[in-house]
């Protein structure tokens, strides 16, 4: 069946170093992927995707790589800051339209 | 920038009571969502919703859930007859398209409680 899980399921990081958040997925036919940040008491917020024709797309302090032979998808920040601390999720978009979301990664960022 | 608002930001209501959340979508967006997430685990598919109808539904919206969009701006979740396992944030989301390169945009949920 499908299903999109995180590698690990927390993250410290020191402000200002680099971060890097994985995501498998199992489902071949995805193929648009997206990366949500939540904050405490907040919904979803969209930060970067992806379609499955590219393997890289950056936005603001934000790397998204996407490697379809492995099936597996990463959220890299760049000089990480203290507001980057909440709960990371991958979500897939299969060909039925909806949304396939990971479990989550809390990253915690250390001053 | 527009944002997808939720009410009420919490809701406490008794088993077997009928509870109604509601959201109001971006002004522009064509297609209408809820998803929801039981505290502490990943935020799970509800329902869709274009062009006034249903467009898919996941096997935890059953009968006791119904969703409407009464006017040109709302869009409500119904729960019929609540249970305790019905406890979660409920989110509502909305988006331009459907697919790639249509990202869902989040309200900040409605907590239900159920008693």
């Known amino acids: 069946g499908e299903s999109v899980g995180l590698h690990l399921p927390t993250l410290s990081v020191q402000e200002g170093d680099n971060s890097i958040i994985n995501c498998a997925y199992s489902?071949?036919?995805?193929?648009?992927f997206i990366w949500y940040k939540q904050e405490s008491g907040k919904g979803p917020q969209f930060i970067i995707d992806?379609?499955?024709?590219?393997d890289k797309r950056q936005g603001q302090r934000v790397t998204v790589l996407l490697n379809k032979t492995v099936k597996h998808l990463s959220l890299q920040i760049a000089a990480t800051q203290p507001g980057d601390s909440a709960v990371y999720f991958c979500?897939?978009?299969?060909?039925?339209?909806?949304?396939?979301f990971g479990a989550g990664t809390t990253v915690t960022v250390r001053a | 920038e527009p944002e997808v608002t939720q009410t009420p930001s919490h809701q406490v209501t008794q088993m077997g009571q009928e509870v109604i959340l509601r959201c109001v979508p971006i002004?522009?967006?064509?297609?209408f969502y809820w998803y929801r997430q039981i505290l502490g685990q990943k935020v799970e598919f509800l329902v869709s919703?274009?062009?006034?109808?249903?467009?898919?539904k996941s096997e935890i919206f059953d009968d006791q859930f119904s969703v409407e969009r009464p006017d040109g701006s709302n869009f409500t979740l119904k729960i019929r007859s609540t249970k305790l396992e019905d406890s979660a944030m409920y989110f509502c989301?909305?988006?331009?398209?459907?697919?790639?390169?249509?990202?869902?945009?989040f309200g900040n949920g409605t907590r239900l409680t159920v008693t």
């Open positions: 919703f274009y062009n006034n109808e249903i467009s898919e």
């Open positions: 979500a897939e978009n299969g060909n039925d339209y909806k949304l396939s």
């Open positions: 992806i379609r499955s024709n590219m």
């Open positions: 489902n071949s036919a995805s193929d648009y």
């Open positions: 002004s522009n967006h064509l297609y």
């Open positions: 989301a909305s988006s331009v398209g459907q697919g790639a390169s249509s990202p869902l945009h």
